[in-house]
């Protein structure tokens, strides 16, 4: 089957340093991949929705400048979380779809500690 | 009204039972149906997907979908020690557009 491969699965990091995050599709085109936050027993919390080539498309409340994402081929999209601090402390998941394939595929998580 | 309304539970059953899940939605315009499975600290695992209304039997599990309703289901048979886990049902439009989930029900499944 599609897989995902998400990594790292763990980072800590000093406040105000940078942190990326690389999904990758390994056996799929992914032509749309999208970046959840979860927080410890609650539901995924959609971020942004970035089409390969295309600049992603963030939800409400979710800062741009802050969550860059970038998804420059088919098989690659990285999130990078600039000047993190302590409340961006969390459970960050990307998810990829293949075209009109609609069987999406997560990676496996990163928990991001902001110290 | 949230778009997708799912009971969080917890749900704890003794191994071998018959486990029933399920979602109601709003929005009409849903044709994509998922289930999803998701351990501790990991990332959610597609169990079944399903087009439109109807049923999809895979091993143990079974999942139903009646549009009419807007509810879907999901069932697993003799249930395991190690089915024990979070389950989120999705579901999307056509056109690649993000899921919406459940708030995802808390399954316990007791040897």
């Known amino acids: 089957g599609a897989v995902v491969s998400q990594h790292p699965s763990r980072v800590i990091c000093k406040s105000g340093t940078s942190v990326k995050i690389e999904c990758r599709s390994l056996d799929f085109q992914a032509t749309t991949m999208f970046w959840y936050r979860q927080f410890p027993k609650k539901s995924l919390m959609l971020m942004a929705t970035s089409n390969e080539g295309s600049k992603a498309t963030y939800e409400q409340g979710v800062e741009k400048d802050k969550f860059l994402i970038n998804h420059a081929s088919l098989t690659l999209s990285t999130l990078t979380v600039t000047s993190a601090h302590p409340e961006d402390s969390s459970f960050y998941i990307c998810s990829a779809s293949e075209y009109l394939n609609y069987g999406y595929t997560f990676g496996s998580g990163t928990r991001l500690t902001v110290v | 009204q949230k778009e997708v309304e799912q009971d969080p539970g917890p749900l704890s059953v003794p191994e071998g039972a018959i486990v029933s899940l399920n979602c109601t939605y709003s929005?009409?315009?849903?044709?994509?149906f998922m289930w999803y499975r998701q351990y501790s600290r990991k990332g959610p695992e597609l169990l079944m997907y399903?087009?439109?209304?109807g049923n999809k039997e895979d091993g143990r599990f079974t999942a139903q979908v009646d549009k009419s309703s807007k509810y879907i289901s999901l069932f697993i048979r003799d249930s395991q020690p190690s089915d024990s886990a979070t389950y989120l049902c999705?579901?999307?439009?056509?056109?690649?557009?993000?899921?919406?989930f459940g708030k995802g029900t808390r399954l316990s499944v007791i040897a």
């Open positions: 399903t087009y439109s209304s």
């Open positions: 929005n009409s315009a849903f044709q994509y």
């Open positions: 999705a579901m999307t439009r056509p056109g690649n557009t993000p899921l919406v």
